[in-house]
């Protein structure tokens, strides 16, 4: 409260939408009042001020179009993969299509076959199919951490997200 | 295509193709708004792209279309919550926590600050004020829309921008100040020189 104006009064004086019975007794009270005239100099003062800045914000761009379309490429990778992802608790080789598929679509069908044999590797056995669930989570950690240096981290959250059973 | 067809078009053809137009103008509009509120600018980006994804994901969801920018930044300032928490650890992260943080890397780290003073006057304030800010005078959402970004009722959002307005008043005089007196300074140093000389 400032003087008989509550904070939302004057936010809306100020935005020039206070209702008429409003308007006409901030008009009376700020002809006669030196403190609240002195306030609305100073917030008006202020209020071009912040516009005047806001405009420079909204009319530089920040970002190139290749860095948008570049966002834009990976927002949709996801989408994709959304698209491919079986259901959750799915089987070990339902999940591993699914990852093969992903991988292709992040860093191309070889990459994709070779991650897969390297995460595996060194596990209970070299090939991929034959994982058990107990090695399930090692397998990922490592498949993440290969996609990671293959294709990026996006595209490791990604895998790391997808492929828990 | 203008941002407000490219909005009506992907409401009403949620696809991929419907929703790339839009992207263009959302994308950068977020990174703004997480740049303004301190983020570094590979966060904002990551963040931005989260977003957008719920965006896409939820759109038939969005039950009033004319607070889409309202429902577009609540998920935004809970897409930085959940940010925070994972960094954190903590359960709950109210975002008065992101303060100290934040406002220390927003003068310094900011592509444009040298060219903004809008970052320098953001930062002296608490992150809740800056956010309030951003969506009123940068993105121009309608009360309604804030109302519903902020979850608050809408006196609310009006006195506190009040509050806010009054703080900017102070920061923006200071500033002036300022530099009135660096001027006269380097003025009064210009004028005994000559004198010299
Ligand atoms: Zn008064």
Redesign the interface.
Known sequence: MTHEFTEKDWNDYLDGRAEAGTEARFERHLSACSECADLRRRLRLAEGQLRLQSGYWQHTPVLADAQIEAAWQRVVTRLRADELAPERSASIPERLRFLEDLLMLLCGTRTATNALRAAAKGLSTDAPEQLSRDHWPQFLTNLAAITTIMCGKTGAQLVWESGKL | MGEKLALKQFLHTPT?DGF?PL??YL??RL??FY??QGLE?MLA?DL??EV??IV??KAAELRQPELFYGWLFQIARHEMARYWRRKTKLELVSFELLSAELTARLTTEL??AE????AN?LAQLEPVEREI?SLR??DELSYDEIALALAIPI?TV??R???V??K??AI??GEFHRDRTTLNQTLGLLEKQREKG
């Open positions: 991929e790339r992207f263009g994308y950068p990174h703004r740049l303004l600018t980006e931005a792209q957008l994804l896409y994901r592509p444009l060219q903004s003073r809008l006057w800010v005078f940068i006196g009006k006195s921008l009040f509050h307005r009054k900017l008043a923006i005089e």
